[in-house]
């Protein structure tokens, strides 16, 4: 069974420019997570999708982040614009079905603003 | 509003010595209790969870952790780590829907 995959595994933008992560859930999955993950902390979920719906989005910064899981499969976040503090990991996540369920997740994608 | 403290930010220790990392949450619901691992250059992965019964749970790697309702604790152990057990590992609350609270994680180093 293939993994949770993610694109690219690295950034390096300024500040003020704009970027986009993709994420493509196991198969199946109809649950789907990005989590931000600041260094010495541990992941923040951003936002939760069932299916192509958002289930909580409560600690997206919706002036900058925005994401949208099109068709109910591959999803996609955005920054624009960035900001240093934006600097993180950004993990996605997939499971079966909302709930106490395992999380399965993918590498990562490592994000550094200038 | 759920969250989870860790009690070591580091922790080093010799193979065969035993493991113990601590996690205590504030959560005021149904309590679903979980620990990730990250091992070096690998992704997040489930070493075992807790919903519901026996409180003494058993997960991969000869891992165990045991709940504790009256002290809001979920603390890992493992009786003998082995060098292959260096990693970082997170303890997590989730609610009804699966959103995470995850604790700021706990770096193991196990030296041979």
């Known amino acids: 069974e293939a993994g949770v995959a993610q694109s690219p595994r690295y950034k390096i933008i300024e500040k003020r420019q704009s970027v986009a992560f993709w994420c493509n859930p196991i198969?199946?999955?109809?649950?789907l997570y990005w989590y931000q993950q600041i260094l010495g902390q541990g992941p923040k979920l951003l936002i939760q999708?069932?299916?192509?719906?958002?289930?909580?989005d409560s600690q997206l910064p919706k002036d900058r982040f925005s994401a949208e899981r099109l068709k109910g499969v591959d999803s996609t976040l955005k920054i624009q614009p960035a900001k240093l503090e934006d600097s993180a990991v950004y993990l996605c996540?997939?499971?079966?079905?909302?709930?106490?369920?395992?999380?399965?997740f993918g590498p990562g994608t490592r994000l550094t603003v200038t | 509003a759920q969250s989870v403290s860790q009690h070591n930010h580091h922790v080093i220790l010799s193979e065969a010595a035993s493991l113990e990392l601590g996690c205590n949450y504030s959560?005021?619901?149904?309590?679903?209790l979980f620990w990730y691992v990250q091992y070096p250059g690998q992704h997040l992965q489930l070493l075992l969870k807790?919903?519901?019964?026996?409180?003494l749970v058993k997960g991969i790697k000869g891992f165990e952790a045991e709940f504790i309702k009256s002290k809001f604790s979920f603390n890992l152990r493992k009786p003998s780590v082995q060098w292959s057990d260096t990693a970082e590992y997170f303890c997590?609350?989730?609610?009804?829907?699966?959103?995470?609270?995850f604790g700021a994680g706990t770096q193991v180093v196990v030296t041979p």
């Open positions: 807790y919903f519901s019964g026996d409180p």
């Open positions: 996540a997939s499971s079966l079905e909302p709930g106490p369920y395992e999380q399965y």
């Open positions: 999708f069932q299916n192509n719906g958002v289930v909580d």
């Open positions: 997590a609350v989730s609610d009804s829907w699966g959103k995470l609270q």
């Open positions: 959560y005021g619901g149904t309590v679903n």
């Open positions: 198969s199946g999955h109809a649950t």
